[in-house]
């Protein structure tokens, strides 16, 4: 598989459950070593770095779990602070600023004092986003990022991620089985299928796309080419 | 049979010994990158210091309550043992002694590692399944700094102060017994408790609680960490780990005794 992301870019890949979408991305972030060829972020092996140059390039990284993945044993606010107080001097009072700043930019202003198993499955995404952004990365991955919540909030969602993208300028790399999602975040939509991309193309290509088996994957018909898993 | 069914069979020992040392070698991986990280880890003071409350206050009613009834059973049988040939003044001694280089600090470690290796390998195990430890490293925080040295250095910390106070409960629990019910009056115990009481003994009781709680940190921390597939990855974990601390426990305890009481203290 070969694939590209140009800064500012958003890319959506999409495919099947179990296709490895989520491997491809925690390969990407350099969680998961490959067994072959290479992963380059701004033209740097990802996989030659040693541990403190890869938590380093990981500051300008950040990832959207598809369960959130907030420490349940910290606060909401402590959760989004978490980054800067590892990594920055900046004093107490600056990163309750900072941290009250993100979490308004996701829509929870004021729950700094929350716990995670409290929150609601759309209030956990928007936190763990919230966290993520707390570094202003320059590079965002998204886990199936609407994945298990309803029409409303996950529109929330994909247009917080749109929001984001344009005003923000962040190279975006989301994977997900959500079409709607899809369409509405992506600049590019890349299907991966046993083990390669299928297809690449703009949305509105992949949309007027005459490819069965993508035909099949976006209608989401149980008749086509592509076999139950 | 097919080739990969008869290697099945034949070659389990084989694949048995691999995996132990495998799973050997994963943690001395782990201890490696605990003491690499140990200085930066000092540092988060406060981390630290709410793992020793989690590990040492919250252990601390169990340890009490084991430590009285063992000194009470040591006692008990070892006043059963001297009956008719051993006089009574060396009662104390024998209690004293038996619990300050072995019950104190091994049952101690047996009891409070189960509890605290179980609770570590749950912890960490369900945050390795939530994604959690994923998480962290995607936001640039070791893992091993920021989880596993502060449970590390508690344990090392903790489980000496609780043999202390187990050693002191445990000689108290031994002397209520003689003076209550085995008819030995208060000045025979405690001048036999005096008799041959050596600091060394003490010393070695505390040098083998501080590698127990090595073990026990260690322990808790790789079975959690490596966890896989949900809750009942999870449960086999901590079920792992409180084993693998026992065993340990045990083994180290007679190579310290080994080495403390041949060599060192010889």
Known sequence: MDLTVARGESLVVIGRSGTGKSVLLKHAVGLIRPDRGTVRVNGIDVNSLGEAELLALREQMGMLFQGGALFDSMSVGENVGIALREHTPMPERQIDLVVAEKLALVGLAGTEALRPSSLSGGMKKRAALARALAMNPKIMFYDEPTTGLDPITADVINRLIRRLQERLKITSIAVTHDMRSAYHIADRIAMLHEGRIHAVGAPAEIQATRDPALRQFIEGSSEGPLLPT | ?266
């Open chain 2, 1 to 266: 049979m097919s080739e990969t069914e008869a290697g099945t069979a034949a070659d389990w020992p084989q694949r048995f010994l691999l995996a132990r040392l495998q799973n050997a070698g994963e943690v001395f991986i782990l201890l490696g990158s605990i003491l690499r990280e140990l200085p930066s880890g000092v540092r988060k003071i406060g981390l630290v210091v709410t793992q020793m409350e989690a590990i040492g206050l919250g252990s601390m009613p169990l340890t009490v309550f084991v430590a009285l009834f063992t000194g009470a059973v040591a006692a008990v049988q070892a006043s059963y043992q001297f009956r008719g040939y051993i006089p009574m003044i060396y009662l104390g001694t024998v209690v004293g002694k038996s619990v300050v280089i072995e019950l104190g600090p091994v049952l101690t470690a047996l009891v409070v590692g189960g509890r605290v290796s179980a609770a570590i390998a749950a912890e960490l195990g369900t945050m390795r399944v939530t994604e959690q430890i994923d998480a962290m490293e995607t936001l640039g925080i070791s893992p091993i700094r920021y989880l596993v040295v502060p449970r590390f250095l508690a344990a090392i910390i903790m489980l000496p102060v609780l043999t202390i106070f187990a050693d002191i409960v445990a000689i108290l629990g031994g002397y209520l017994v003689a003076i209550l019910t085995l008819d030995v009056s208060s000045h025979t115990f405690t001048s036999g408790l005096k008799l041959y009481f050596k600091v060394q003994d003490v010393v070695s009781g505390l040098i083998k609680a501080f590698f127990f709680g090595m073990i026990i940190a260690t322990m808790g921390c790789h079975y959690g960490l490596r966890s896989e597939g949900g809750a009942e990855g999870v449960g086999e974990a901590t079920t792992r780990a409180v084993v693998a601390s026992c065993l340990l426990i045990l083994i180290v305890d007679y190579l310290l005794a080994s080495f403390l009481f041949r060599v060192l203290f010889a």
